[in-house]
């Protein structure tokens, strides 16, 4: 500043209304009650015209933004859902709504099978894994590995072998891009069961059709087939 | 061409360059990026699938919107400034001077559209990321010269950005508008159906389809067939013509 200048001052006036409108705002702030962690429900995804118009303009993101809202919905403000207090009719709604924005995604059906389908509540688990069993029939070579995820947790976890073989069959019938060990599964299944007989002729089929290349998954089946007629024959000698 | 299109359109790219536009724009990329990110690290699956996904769209709305704004303010400082005053004492027909503006804008597009793509480039294959970049550029060129006719009839800011992401919104939703107006999602209209989906064609029909651009599935997929950019061409340019045809007309009738 050069010399002699004046310097501008300030009006008293306009400090003290500075440093009373920051008074007033810290009071109000402290007036305020505490914020509290409250659980909302998670609402529909969105429909109609609203989803139609998310489709024309930009599918992709709106799918991906939906999906990760929903994965996220369980974690609110300073508090945390269990899975299994959310509403999974609504649940498979944002699902599937994610998949009709992005069909050829997998996110949502992961998040059916890996999350939703984990909780301790078999019904829950059950209804989405019947979920990914409908969508898997929409596209089977997308899709197939989450069901035979679900196959897996139907025999494993659930104790339900019938559900296990429906989906284990499935994808033998209906997705022949599936790797070999997805394919084959319903004939171990089968020798789970007790249905020696069907997976015999399942596995025999199988290496008489020439559809197992690979020498070492040859042998294996082979062997497999070798330890099914010894267990067919062994049950046939008891009950004689 | 004559040299004085050649000289405004370099005038209005230097400008742009010495506005700091670029590195304007090259934050506004690293911003989405940033974000795009965070997608990355949130989503259990799909993760390179979903980052370089939110990555497009939200470049390529960013792009939008920062051409637009760029073009509108530059040209009203213009205005303000008396430079297009100056300029339209020398021997200069009108038409030059919005040929070569247009022409310097849309060299701005080109340098926005390969800047939204560079980010891309280390996860999808490149020829993916230049047809996309081709079609962001076919885009912003539409959006450039859209910018140009809403402020040169308009001449303020705010009512023509507002004007130009209005018409950019409908154009990105321009098929969704149509197939909603022939589904019963809108719920029982009885006779004013025909009315609607006529109001509807009549619109689509002076209304590009922007949704057909620089589509973010590309991305996702990582995969596109090349010949897509040939009816984007031709869209834009019979649209970049029918806009600059308009705003000529505007500025000629324009009093200085």
Same mark, same amino acid.
């Given at each position: 500043?050069?010399?002699?200048?004046?310097?501008?001052?300030?009006? &008293?006036?306009?400090?003290?209304?500075?440093?009373?409108?920051?008074?007033?705002?810290?009071?109000?702030?402290?007036?305020?009650?505490?914020?509290?962690?409250?659980?909302?429900?998670?609402?529909?995804?969105?429909?109609?015209?609203?989803?139609?118009? !998310?489709?024309?303009?930009?599918?992709?993101?709106?799918?991906?933004?939906?999906?990760?809202?929903?994965?996220?919905?369980?974690?609110?403000?300073?508090?945390?859902?269990?899975?299994?207090?959310?509403?999974?009719?609504?649940?498979?709604?944002?699902?599937?709504?994610?998949? &009709?924005?992005?069909?050829?995604?997998?996110?949502?059906?992961?998040?059916?099978?890996?999350?939703?389908?984990?909780?301790?509540?078999?019904?829950?688990?059950?209804? !989405?894994?019947?979920?990914?069993?409908?969508?898997?029939?929409?596209?089977? @070579?997308?899709? /197939?590995?989450?069901?035979?995820?679900?196959?897996? !947790?139907?025999?494993?976890?659930?104790?339900?072998?019938?559900?296990?073989?429906?989906?284990?069959?499935?994808?033998?019938?209906?997705?022949?891009?599936?790797?070999? /060990?997805?394919?084959?599964?319903?004939?171990?299944?089968?020798?789970?069961?007790?249905?020696?007989?069907?997976?015999?002729?399942?596995?025999?089929?199988?290496?008489?059709?020439?559809?197992?290349?690979?020498?070492?998954?040859?042998?294996?089946?082979?062997?497999?087939?070798?330890?099914?007629?010894?267990?067919?024959?062994?049950?046939?000698?008891?009950?004689? | 061409?004559?040299?004085?299109?050649?000289?405004?359109?370099?005038?209005?790219?230097?400008?742009?360059?010495?506005?700091?536009?670029?590195?304007?724009?090259?934050?506004?990329?690293?911003?989405?990026?940033?974000?795009?990110?965070?997608?990355?690290?949130?989503?259990?699956?799909?993760?390179? &699938?979903?980052? /370089?996904?939110?990555?497009?769209?939200?470049?390529?709305?960013?792009?939008?919107?920062?051409?637009?704004?760029?073009?509108?303010?530059?040209?009203?400082?213009?205005?303000?400034?008396?430079?297009?005053?100056?300029?339209?004492?020398?021997?200069?027909?009108?038409?030059?001077?919005?040929?070569?503006?247009?022409?310097?804008?849309?060299?701005?597009?080109?340098?926005?559209?390969?800047?939204?793509?560079?980010?891309?480039?280390?996860?999808?294959?490149?020829?993916?990321?230049?047809?996309?970049?081709?079609?962001?550029?076919?885009?912003?060129?539409?959006?450039?010269?859209?910018?140009?006719?809403?402020?040169?009839?308009?001449?303020?800011? !705010?009512?023509?950005?507002?004007?130009?992401?209005?018409?950019?919104?409908?154009?990105?939703?321009?098929?969704?508008?149509?197939?909603?107006?022939?589904?019963?999602?809108?719920?029982?209209?009885?006779?004013?159906?025909?009315?609607?989906?006529?109001?509807?064609?009549?619109?689509?029909?002076?209304?590009?389809?922007?949704?057909?651009?620089?589509?973010?599935?590309?991305?996702?997929?990582?995969?596109?067939?090349? @010949?897509?950019?040939?009816?984007?061409?031709?869209?834009?340019?019979?649209?970049?013509?029918?806009?600059?045809?308009?705003?000529?007309?505007?500025?000629?009738?324009?009093?200085?």
């Amino acid at each position: 500043m050069a010399r002699g200048a004046v310097r501008p001052r300030v009006p &008293r006036a306009v400090v003290a209304g500075v440093i009373v409108c920051a008074l007033l705002q810290i009071v109000f702030s402290l007036a305020q009650p505490k914020p509290l962690a409250r659980a909302s429900e998670l609402d529909p995804p969105p429909s109609g015209p609203a989803l139609a118009l !998310m489709q024309g303009f930009e599918p992709l993101p709106f799918a991906h933004l939906l999906t990760l809202y929903l994965q996220s919905f369980d974690n609110q403000p300073g508090i945390s859902i269990p899975y299994r207090d959310l509403n999974y009719e609504r649940v498979a709604q944002w699902l599937l709504t994610a998949l &009709r924005l992005d069909p050829t995604s997998q996110y949502p059906l992961l998040m059916a099978t890996q999350l939703y389908a984990q909780v301790p509540d078999p019904a829950r688990s059950r209804y !989405m894994l019947e979920l990914a069993y409908r969508q898997f029939l929409a596209d089977p @070579n997308r899709r /197939w590995r989450w069901l035979a995820h679900g196959a897996i !947790m139907a025999k494993h976890r659930l104790k339900d072998l019938p559900l296990a073989l429906k989906y284990a069959g499935a994808i033998a019938e209906r997705s022949p891009e599936a790797p070999a /060990w997805a394919r084959q599964m319903h004939i171990f299944l089968l020798e789970d069961m007790g249905e020696l007989d069907s997976a015999r002729i399942l596995l025999g089929g199988l290496l008489a059709g020439g559809q197992v290349s690979d020498a070492h998954e040859r042998i294996l089946l082979l062997e497999s087939l070798e330890r099914i007629k010894a267990a067919e024959n062994s049950a046939g000698a008891t009950k004689k | 061409m004559p040299i004085q299109v050649l000289t405004i359109a370099r005038f209005a790219l230097l400008e742009a360059l010495r506005t700091r536009l670029p590195l304007l724009a090259a934050g506004a990329f690293a911003f989405v990026w940033a974000g795009s990110l965070f997608i990355h690290q949130i989503a259990i699956t799909e993760s390179d &699938r979903m980052q /370089w996904s939110f990555y497009a769209a939200g470049s390529r709305l960013a792009s939008v919107v920062m051409l637009a704004l760029y073009i509108t303010s530059s040209m009203v400082r213009e205005f303000t400034e008396k430079g297009l005053d100056l300029l339209l004492a020398l021997d200069l027909p009108r038409s030059n001077y919005i040929l070569g503006k247009l022409g310097g804008f849309i060299g701005v597009a080109v340098l926005l559209a390969l800047l939204a793509a560079a980010p891309m480039v280390s996860s999808i294959p490149l020829p993916v990321c230049l047809v996309w970049a081709a079609a962001l550029f076919f885009e912003l060129a539409i959006v450039a010269a859209l910018s140009l006719f809403c402020i040169v009839t308009l001449s303020q800011v !705010m009512p023509a950005v507002v004007l130009v992401l209005a018409f950019y919104l409908l154009a990105r939703s321009i098929t969704a508008v149509r197939l909603l107006s022939e589904t019963a999602l809108l719920g029982e209209l009885s006779e004013a159906r025909p009315l609607l989906a006529f109001g509807v064609d009549a619109l689509a029909a002076v209304v590009p389809a922007l949704d057909r651009f620089a589509v973010t599935g590309w991305i996702a997929e990582r995969a596109v067939d090349a @010949n897509v950019l040939g009816p984007i061409a031709l869209q834009s340019a019979i649209f970049v013509a029918l806009l600059l045809a308009a705003a000529l007309f505007d500025f000629y009738r324009k009093e200085l």
